[in-house]
């Protein structure tokens, strides 16, 4: 038989309100200003994925080190399917030297922010269920709600 391998969720945060973020503006600014203040510098630069379609990189930088890099694109199954413009995020990563500063929530917030300017209606993300950071950031300090759950099986073969 299969057995559970990896069991991830895909929380979702809806955009289209009249101000869904709102609510993260003082963050976003104390945290910008803390970025400065580290010499952190924020960019964004579109990037092609073999497996993906096209994505923008919004990148938290100190010279030339990237330090906590994330990428959205529109997924254009939920278009086609829901006739909703979700996007997903991508690779969100902090560089464990880095981890700690609130850098994870700032280039989340972002990301979430260019998406939005795009025509986000909502964005959602997977996340490893034994990845308690990533949920708490995700759930907590973002406010995204949970979304559907995935689960990888695994078969011993031979």
Same mark, same amino acid.
């Given at each position: 038989g299969y057995r559970t391998w990896a069991e991830y969720g895909t929380p979702e945060l809806d955009l289209s309100g009249p101000a869904p973020l709102d609510h993260l503006s003082p963050a !976003?600014?104390? /945290?910008?200003?803390?970025a400065r203040e580290l010499g952190l510098t924020v960019r964004?630069?579109?990037i092609e994925m073999r497996f993906f379609p096209k994505r923008l990189l919004v990148?938290?930088?100190?010279?030339?080190e990237v330090v906590a890099p994330?990428?959205?694109?529109?997924w254009p199954e939920y278009e086609r399917e829901y006739h909703l413009?979700?996007?997903g995020l991508t690779s969100v990563q902090v560089v464990p030297d880095w981890r700690g500063?609130? !850098?994870g929530? /700032?280039?989340m917030i972002e990301a979430m922010e260019a998406a939005r300017r795009e025509g986000a209606e909502a964005v959602h993300l997977h996340v490893w269920r034994g990845n308690e950071p990533a949920w708490s950031?995700?759930?907590?300090?973002?406010?995204?709600?949970?979304?559907?759950?995935?689960?990888t099986l695994e078969k011993r073969v031979g």
């Open positions: !976003l600014r104390r /945290l910008r200003e803390q964004s630069r579109p990148e938290l930088t100190k010279g030339r994330t990428a959205y694109g529109l413009r979700m996007y500063k609130g !850098l929530k /700032l280039v950031l995700y759930h907590h300090a973002l406010g995204f709600a949970p979304g559907p759950r995935w689960v």
